[in-house]
């Protein structure tokens, strides 16, 4: 039986801050596909979240598994690829727009805000002895994912330091090893890379940064340091949670959205389950200018995703033993189970941005005397955050932080299973 292996590889490390000029538009176009992809951003947290109970920071790409499914997509034909598009949600989406939006996305990125670093990169990788790719898929792949197609042998350790090459080009020198081993069996990889490297639109102070109190739950109490600053901020507020908005690089096109549950005797988790992309989007439009004393903690955040089937599973993808991959093969006819799906992502916050990285922007005061009576607004205890990307409305990446310092707390209990997507049946 052939195996195929899917990988989506990326570090997401930002830094990013406040300073608003103007709140862009709303782009009117692409409805369908930006809710396919916000909808699987959610359900894949979340599932993600159901299959891993430990409160320990958690932090996903969607955009690189969204984007590896849309690419096997075009591969797979029939119950396979219904499969599929149950479990990204685009049953209402023909491939060829599909194809487009994701197009649209992949060029964009890297050239919407030119003091922000974005890189997302994808490839396919074969097995030369055991098969071709078919000509029209190669094409597809190059034309609508800039994908590259690499033949390679699958053996030996010169396959798995060519695919960690690849991952540590790609990744901006963050990702240095995604492979140990390659299987000769496996007969194609699809990789995806995704950066992101960015410094606040106007930085923290680092003199004001002090150590502070993080509550990782009720009576459990974490000192970690607080980066403090006063100024005008975006802010949104309701009876369920209070979000700030902190752009980054020019500040139009890519902001940290940091969401603070208002009820703290329920876990980030349980708060998360019943929250949706909805939700975000109207907080998001109804954001206004605050006076704000904001204080939020420094955090580093890793997450690595060994195999990804079993939660996709959950999601709606069902467990074809047989999957019918053959628009990916010239003669046809080819089918295979897939193997593995993978995922390393990693954050880093800190007063200007990335640690490494300088900063570009300029440092504001944090006091102003003319100004009293900020509001205080204290993630002092577990949060969740989204990096998005406001142009497409896309979720680039998302997480939670139990404990910014890293150190993993207890268990919690299992969450409420989520929904899967299936169509259903029509009465005869």
């Known amino acids: ?154 053996a030996g350790r010169q396959a798995v330091d060519q695919i960690n090459h690849w991952a540590d080009q790609n990744t901006d020198h963050q990702i240095l090893s995604v492979m140990q081993q390659a299987s000769p069996r496996d007969c194609i990889y699809l990789l995806s890379a995704f950066a992101f490297r960015g410094d606040w639109t106007a930085a923290f102070n680092p003199e004001y940064t002090h150590d502070g109190n993080f509550y990782v739950r009720p009576g459990r109490v974490r000192p970690v340091p607080m980066m403090q600053r006063t100024g005008v901020i975006h802010t949104y507020a309701d009876t369920a949670f209070t979000m700030v908005e902190l752009p980054c690089g020019a500040g139009d096109n890519y902001s940290l959205l940091v969401l603070l549950p208002e009820n703290e005797q329920l876990s980030i988790t349980d708060w998360l389950y019943n929250f949706t992309p909805i939700r975000l989007n109207t907080a998001l439009n109804k954001v206004t200018d605050q006076w704000v004393q904001l204080t939020l903690p420094r955090w580093e955040a ?74 205080q607004i204290m993630f002092n205890r577990p949060f969740f955050y989204v990096l998005m990307e406001k142009p497409h409305n896309a979720i680039l990446l998302s997480g939670i932080v139990n404990d910014p310092s890293g150190k993993e707390v207890m268990p919690a209990p299992a969450p409420p299973p989520v929904k899967t997507r299936t169509k259903q049946k029509k009465q005869g």
């Open 1 to 154: 039986m052939k195996r195929y292996f899917l990988g989506c590889l990326l570090p997401a490390f930002m830094a990013f801050i406040p300073v608003w000029k103007q709140k862009p538009a709303p782009n009117p176009s692409r409805p369908e596909f930006t809710q396919s992809h916000n909808e699987f951003a959610f359900r894949l947290l979340k599932t993600v979240l159901q299959a891993d109970t430990a409160r320990n920071n958690k932090l996903i790409s969607p955009l690189s598994v969204y984007l590896n499914l849309s690419m096997l997509c075009n591969g797979a034909v029939k119950d396979t690829r219904t499969t599929i598009t149950q479990t990204l949600g685009t049953e209402g989406i023909d491939i060829p727009y599909l194809n487009s939006e994701c197009k649209d996305l992949l060029q964009q990125l890297p050239i919407e805000d030119s003091k922000v670093k974005v890189s997302a990169v994808e490839s396919c990788w074969y097995n030369q002895r055991k098969l071709g790719l078919s000509p029209i898929y190669e094409s597809l792949l190059s034309n609508f994912y800039y994908a590259a197609t690499v033949p390679s042998t699958f």
């Open 302 to 375: 890793s997450n690595e995703i060994s195999n990804l089937k079993p939660v996709l599973e959950k999601m709606g993808m069902a467990s074809v033993e047989e999957a019918d991959l053959s628009a990916m093969f010239p003669t046809g006819g080819s089918k295979a189970s897939l193997s593995q799906i993978v995922q390393g992502t990693s954050i880093q916050v800190n007063e200007t941005g990335l640690a490494a990285a300088p900063s570009s922007g300029g440092s504001i005061s944090l006091s102003d005397p003319g100004r009293p009576n900020a509001r």
